[in-house]
């Protein structure tokens, strides 16, 4: 005689709901937005279809259906003109700059969604890398970049960003940015650490959203090595030391054990992002009808849960709030 029955819990919706171990809710999810300069404007990105650069005017709107639907933190990403850029990317703490005038817009229109911002210079660079180039040797300047990236954190802060995500993978980029933040009376601002950002090919159509691939070299000096799980931990214990408020992990499919091994190291929340590449992935085979696009969208926000993420920013938060 069998005793033990696992199917006894799938036998109907409702029994399987009960037992449910993991729940996916729209709180959970971080809406990434491109914005650019303008007035009026959509612009497809063809590479992730559904999504477009916006004027400001129109990222509000965006914003404003999100918020119905429950999404209450958007992250920005701008797309900034190439007579912006320069080797020193001093437009990042411009306080006119794009990002600037598109966070204290959306905080007028929306007091109360959440805004991130992006903290890294390569929108703002004409080297296109996250941090300061030497131009002699092309080596990336660590401790050079923190002052820039706290300059930027800086004029965030003061523009209504509520929470600041680092992605440049500087060393002792999350203590500079704190102390830099706290000493300007910006205690409340929080940072949400890109802790576990690897060097991944998953990237390519957001940097065509932002054109923003370096134009020599790679990052993989700063960038993990996607070979590289114990490594993770090390950045993780760092983060949290120097006082990250949240720790991401960057890709998320293919990363699926990084999340678990920070959620099992860690007592911070734990994010996820949810990149284009994979984004995309999904869309193009919805597209031929080689697999179900929401199916397989709304199974891997699971996975992210399943496996220990908190917060999931993903270009399916629209999508997956709707259905939820």
Same mark, same amino acid.
């Given at each position: 005689?069998?005793?033990?029955?696992?199917?006894?819990?799938?036998?109907?919706?409702?029994?399987?709901?009960?037992?449910?171990?993991?729940?996916?809710?729209?709180?959970?999810?971080?809406?990434?937005?491109?914005?650019?300069?303008?007035?009026?404007?959509?612009?497809?990105?063809?590479?992730?279809?559904?999504?477009?650069?916006?004027?400001?005017?129109?990222?509000?709107?965006?914003?404003?259906?999100?918020?119905?639907?429950?999404?209450?933190?958007?992250?920005?990403?701008?797309?900034?003109?190439?007579?912006?850029?320069?080797?020193?990317?001093?437009?990042?703490?411009?306080?006119?700059?794009?990002?600037?005038?598109?966070?204290?817009?959306?905080?007028?229109?929306?007091?109360?969604?959440?805004?991130?911002?992006?903290?890294?210079?390569?929108?703002?660079?004409?080297?296109?890398?996250?941090?300061?180039?030497?131009?002699?040797?092309?080596?990336?300047?660590?401790?050079?970049?923190?002052?820039?990236?706290?300059?930027?954190?800086?004029?965030?802060?003061?523009? @209504?960003?509520?929470?600041?995500?680092?992605? =440049?993978?500087?060393? &002792? +980029?999350?203590?500079?940015?704190?102390? $830099? #933040? %706290?000493?300007?009376?910006?205690?409340?601002?929080?940072?949400?650490?890109?802790?576990?950002?690897?060097?991944?090919?998953?990237?390519?159509?957001?940097?065509?959203?932002?054109?923003?691939?370096?134009?020599? @070299?790679?990052?993989?000096?700063?960038?993990? =090595?996607?070979?590289? &799980? +114990?490594?993770?931990?090390?950045?993780? $214990? #760092? %983060?949290?030391?120097?006082?990250?408020?949240?720790?991401?992990?960057?890709?998320?499919?293919?990363?699926?054990?990084?999340?678990?091994?920070?959620?099992?190291?860690?007592?911070?929340?734990?994010?996820?992002?949810?990149?284009?590449?994979?984004?995309?992935?999904?869309?193009?085979?919805?597209?031929?009808?080689?697999?179900?696009?929401?199916?397989?969208?709304?199974?891997?926000?699971?996975?992210?849960?399943?496996?220990?993420?908190?917060?999931?920013?993903?270009?399916?938060?629209?999508?997956?709030?709707?259905?939820?």
């Amino acid at each position: 005689m069998i005793i033990q029955r696992p199917r006894r819990n799938r036998r109907t919706p409702a029994i399987r709901e009960l037992v449910r171990e993991t729940t996916l809710t729209p709180n959970d999810l971080i809406a990434p937005l491109f914005v650019r300069d303008g007035k009026g404007e959509r612009t497809p990105i063809l590479s992730m279809p559904g999504h477009a650069r916006l004027s400001i005017d129109e990222l509000v709107k965006e914003a404003k259906e999100l918020w119905s639907l429950g999404i209450h933190c958007v992250s920005l990403f701008p797309a900034i003109e190439d007579a912006h850029k320069t080797s020193d990317a001093r437009e990042a703490w411009n306080p006119e700059n794009l990002n600037h005038r598109a966070v204290r817009a959306l905080k007028e229109a929306l007091p109360d969604m959440l805004v991130m911002g992006d903290i890294a210079l390569d929108p703002y660079s004409s080297d296109g890398h996250d941090g300061l180039v030497d131009p002699k040797t092309g080596e990336i300047l660590n401790d050079a970049t923190l002052e820039a990236l706290a300059k930027q954190a800086l004029a965030s802060a003061v523009a @209504g960003a509520d929470i600041l995500g680092p992605s =440049d993978m500087m060393d &002792g +980029r999350i203590g500079h940015l704190r102390r $830099a #933040l %706290d000493g300007a009376g910006h205690g409340n601002v929080s940072l949400m650490s890109y802790t576990a950002k690897y060097a991944s090919a998953f990237y390519g159509p957001f940097r065509e959203a932002l054109d923003s691939a370096p134009k020599k @070299g790679d990052k993989k000096t700063y960038q993990m =090595d996607p070979a590289n &799980g +114990r490594e993770a931990l090390r950045e993780a $214990a #760092l %983060d949290e030391a120097e006082g990250a408020d949240i720790l991401m992990v960057k890709p998320g499919l293919a990363y699926l054990d990084v999340v678990y091994r920070l959620r099992q190291a860690s007592a911070l929340p734990i994010a996820v992002y949810n990149v284009s590449g994979e984004y995309a992935m999904v869309k193009a085979a919805a597209e031929r009808g080689w697999v179900d696009g929401e199916k397989v969208m709304m199974e891997s926000l699971v996975a992210f849960k399943r496996a220990g993420a908190d917060v999931i920013l993903t270009y399916f938060a629209k999508e997956a709030a709707r259905l939820l």
